[in-house]
């Protein structure tokens, strides 16, 4: 069965994948998590008033683990299973 995906490089095409590959530095990915995790630095005050400083850098440094982390392994799957450039279209319409 072919793939669902009509964009270059598919399976349907037969078409070659673009050989361009994207890097993601730690510091970016770093800030991604904890952009994802805790919405940026606003509202960190407020949890560190409401938690105390131990608790709310325990909540920032536990919470990419528990949220980002599955969620990266969910969206590495669904890539793989799916290898086309149009991502979560594809994964919701198959």
């Known amino acids: ?16 994948r673009s050989q361009h590959k994207r890097q993601l530095s730690t510091l970016g990915l770093a800030a991604i998590i904890f952009y994802g995790v805790s919405g940026g630095p606003y509202g960190c005050e407020d949890t560190v008033a409401a ?35 149009s991502g979560f279209v594809v994964w919701v319409t198959a």
């Not at 069965?1 to 070659?16: I, L, Y």
């Not at 709310?56 to 536990?62: D, E, H, K, Q």
């Not at 982390?69 to 290898?83: G, N, Q």
């Open 51 to 85: 938690a105390g400083p131990l608790l709310a850098l325990l909540g920032f440094l536990l919470m990419p683990l528990v949220w980002s982390l599955p969620e990266a392994l969910i969206s590495a799957e669904l890539a793989t299973a799916f290898p086309c450039n």
């Open 1 to 16: 069965e072919t793939m669902p995906c009509n964009a270059e490089g598919s399976a349907e095409d037969g078409g070659s």
